[in-house]
């Protein structure tokens, strides 16, 4: 088996969606970025691809690239979920701790666990989503941002 670990976070900014997990959420500020900045997804790309051994999200999809602006970032998970079955490489399971002051994710939870097991092809309970604030320290606990967490277990096909 392989382990791989990712970390992602994006700055708070009026004027954007605010997109976790692929659900849009409904927010005064959304996240900024080139894509729809979903930090959820970013996080899970890079402990994916970490996991098979592959260069990160920055190299696939360059936030200077015009083809990835605004793009669905669950449409590029789902494009690195092709790169392991390209390699042999199945989903174990994931698991996220986004780390946000505000709004509360608990309702959408379950929404992004199937966004993200119909992405990889696996099945909703080897997604594990988890929300946590930082008590109001640092950039997530002032509401300038937020960050997510991901580790992700491969097996060979
Ligand atoms: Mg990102």
Redesign the pocket.
């Given at each position: 088996m392989r382990i791989g670990h990712g970390y992602?976070?994006?700055r708070l900014a009026a004027g954007r969606p605010l997109v976790l997990g692929g659900v849009e959420i409904e927010s005064a500020l959304g996240l900024a970025?080139h894509?729809d900045?979903?930090?959820l997804c970013?996080?899970v790309m890079d402990a994916l691809l970490g996991a098979a051994g592959l260069e990160d999200?920055g190299h696939w999809f360059p936030d200077t690239d015009p083809a990835c602006r605004g793009a669905r970032?669950l449409d590029l998970l789902r494009r690195v979920s092709e790169m392991l079955t390209a390699r042999g490489l199945v989903v174990g399971n994931v698991d996220i701790t986004v780390v946000a002051q505000r709004p509360a994710l608990a309702p959408h939870r379950a929404a992004m666990c199937r966004n993200l097991a119909r992405a990889l092809g696996c099945a909703p309970d080897q997604i594990g989503i988890k929300a946590t604030t930082e008590e109001g320290m640092g950039f997530t606990g002032a509401g300038e941002g937020i960050a997510a967490h991901a580790v992700a277990l491969l097996f060979p096909a």
């Open positions: 992602d976070a994006h970025g894509s900045a979903d930090v970013h996080a999200i970032s």
